[in-house]
């Protein structure tokens, strides 16, 4: 039996053009009510945005124990947004944070993102683009946002919301002329179940990175997407099995032309990718656990009593992945329970709105098909609330 972890709604899922379509997203722990606190994941759309989801679908917050008759306005759910957590500065991410500043009611909200990226959001806020409603100072306005730096690429989980913790990771969005570009990844921890989802910001593949600077295409680039997948491997598919990323073009994008994103089959290139790492685990977990099987048994000979766990000591370096032969007819597919959401697909005027969505997804299927990942795909559109999904 699973229990929701998280509450997820898509204020806006688009990479542009469509400014009214653009990444944001509203996050809560699923045993909390809206009103104890949202994180706000990415700020391109927002309040406004939302009014208008609101007007089709007035009851997209409802809560089960509070019956279908919870409704709220964009202002209230807003007012109840204690953080923003960011990806990166680039506007499809940012644009209601700056435009909203101030207007948002309720407490002091903390800007939370990597010193890099609100370096960015500070150029935002410096009374040329925008009034300076950002600041440092705990003691400001509460009118003000509040800058908060997240360390990123260490192992500690930041906490956001008494429920709710992250841990950062950069990766490479392209180049400008300036140099390398970064986003984050983030892992958002549900602290009492220990259940994560993986949300990418926009992000360049580890392929394309490499042949743009000039090395072996194979190469696996020191910083880029290789150690994220590391990093998530341990944890699929029980503690993690939901993955927010972006492909922002269909698979006709030639690759000088992706800006630092990802394409369809850089996408499931870099899930097979993902998909060896939790092999190669699971290959090295079957050969430890038969060892450890007779280690215990040998034990127990000395120490009548004694009571071994193959697990180890420390709960938290326990992944509870059922290790199994890889090579055996049986074994399922790597990827197997692992759903992934794609996001910021752009969208083409020249066709109807969403079609671009379509393309890529149904792009996406099939490679992942004939990888025989065993994963499950999904594109999010605006309005759409997730939470069934992101189960524990
Ligand atoms: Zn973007
Ligand atoms: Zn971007």
């Known amino acids: 039996m699973t229990n929701p972890t998280f509450d997820l709604i898509v204020v806006g899922a688009g990479g542009g053009p469509d400014e009214c379509d653009i990444s944001a997203y509203l996050l809560k722990p699923s045993d909390a009510s809206w009103e104890d606190g949202i994180i706000g994941l990415e700020a391109g759309s927002g309040p406004g945005a939302l009014s208008r989801i609101l007007r089709a679908d007035p ?19 807003y007012s109840f947004v204690t953080c923003f957590l960011v990806t990166h500065a680039h506007l499809d991410h940012i644009s209601s944070l700056v435009l909203s500043a101030g207007s948002l009611g309720g407490g002091r909200k903390r800007i939370c993102a990597t010193s ?14 925008w009034p300076n409603l950002a600041s440092w100072d705990k003691d400001d306005s509460p009118q003000k946002y509040l800058y908060t730096s997240l360390q990123a690429d260490s192992t500690n989980y930041n906490p956001l919301l008494p429920q709710i913790s992250v841990r950062p990771m950069t990766i490479s969005h392209g180049c400008n002329n300036q140099g ?68 922002s073009w269909a698979q006709d994008r030639p690759d000088a032309l992706l800006f630092g994103h990802l394409k369809p089959e850089h996408l499931v290139n870099e899930l097979k990718v993902l998909a060896e790492e ?64 794609i996001t910021h697909c752009k969208e083409d005027f020249k066709r109807h709105l969403g079609a671009n969505r379509e393309i890529i997804l149904s792009q996406v299927k099939a490679l992942v098909e004939a990888a025989g990942l065993g994963v499950e795909v999904h594109a999010v559109k605006q309005g759409e609330r997730i939470g069934n999904v992101l189960t524990h």
């Not at 009851?59 to 759910?77: D, M, N, V």
């Not at 990844?185 to 000039?214: I, M, Q, W």
């Open 278 to 341: 939790v092999t190669a685990l699971r290959r090295s977990r079957a050969s430890s656990g038969a060892r450890a099987v007779q280690q215990p048994a040998r034990k127990k000979r000395r120490k009548i009593n004694g009571v071994h766990d193959i697990r180890g000591a420390d709960p938290h370096h326990y992944t509870p992945l059922a290790p199994f032969p890889p090579s055996s007819s049986t074994s399922p597919p790597p990827l197997a329970g692992v759903r992934i959401f």
């Open 59 to 77: 009851q997209l917050f409802r809560s089960e124990e509070e019956g279908p008759a919870t409704t709220y306005t964009a202002r209230q759910i």
């Open 180 to 247: 390398e570009y970064d986003s984050t990844a983030f892992f958002l921890k549900h602290n009492k179940t220990g259940s994560e989802f993986l949300f990418f910001g926009d992000v360049e593949s580890d392929v394309v990175s490499s042949s743009r600077r000039g090395g072996e295409v194979a190469e696996r680039v020191v910083g880029g997407l290789g150690k994220v997948w590391k990093v998530c491997a341990p944890k699929i598919p029980l503690v993690l099995s939901a993955i927010f990323i972006e492909c």
């Open 116 to 129: 890099a990226v609100l370096k960015d959001i500070e150029t935002a806020f410096s009374n040329r683009l």
